[in-house]
């Protein structure tokens, strides 16, 4: 009898152990899974094959010292006095439809000024350092990008103002812009409330390309580029 009770007894501690490692073993998997998730996310975001207009630059993702934009050209636009020649650059790919936005809105009673388009890795230099000098590197970190992490970089973006350079939100000229900058392909790249994607403050008055069908989407979505690009795959 007793030998009985022993081998059920030895039956029950394998399954048990078994069982265990069983479960373990799915944990484990688990884990890995989410692992790989999160790499294939980040590899995700770093996608090289991406159209030009969807590149990724943010806290995490910067650009080398000697990245220069495509075509960098002097948009017909006008812009705020005291901007300089270097700023009143942007890519190729967006003079025309920073152009036809600038046109658009004037249509609509609407004046906006550029004021601070392409920035090379030494004027980010410059800057950062100034703010940091002038604010303390609290306020320079929350509102202007360590060199190589700035969007100003790629060309691919633009700080416009208005007349009374009071470019905040409930202005008509910042409202008109949220409502209308993605029928020209651009997007409010920090929006309101989503700092703690975007890791930048938000800023009414900087709009990035990225084509007009992402662009839409975004906008449609409330949603910001790194949101998009996690989203999409692309
Ligand atoms: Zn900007």
């Not at 998730?37 to 943010?58: A, D, I, M």
């Not at 960098?72 to 936005?101: C, D, H, M, R, W």
């Not at 509102?143 to 416009?160: N, R, W």
């Amino acid at each position: 009898m007793r030998r009985v009770f022993k081998k059920i007894l030895i039956f029950v501690i394998v399954i048990c152990t078994l069982w265990y490692a069983a479960e373990l073993k799915g944990i484990n998997l688990n884990k890995i899974g989410l692992a790989l998730n999160e790499k294939y996310k980040l590899l995700n975001l770093n996608n090289t094959s991406r159209k030009k207009e969807l590149v990724l630059v943010n806290i995490e993702h910067g650009l080398s010292k000697d990245y220069k934009p495509e075509g960098l050209t002097t948009p017909n636009i006008s812009f705020a006095t005291g901007v300089n020649q270097e700023e009143k650059y942007v890519a190729g790919i967006i003079a025309k439809p920073i152009e036809e936005l600038v046109h658009a809105a004037k249509q609509d009673g609407i004046i906006l000024l550029g004021n601070s388009g392409y920035r090379s890795y030494k004027s980010q230099n410059d800057v950062y350092t100034s703010r940091i000098k002038s604010e303390g590197k609290k306020l320079a970190d929350a509102y202007v990008a360590k060199p190589g992490f700035s969007e100003h970089q790629t060309g691919l973006c633009i700080d416009l103002t208005n007349k009374s350079s009071n470019f905040v939100k409930g202005t008509k000229e910042a409202d008109w812009l949220a409502e209308n900058c993605y029928k020209f392909g651009f997007i409010i790249r920090y929006p309101y409330g989503k700092q703690d994607i975007t890791s930048i403050e938000y800023e009414p008055w900087h709009i990035r390309y990225v084509g007009k069908e992402a662009a839409k989407y975004i906008y449609d979505n409330k949603i910001t580029l790194e949101e998009y690009l996690a989203q999409s795959k692309k």
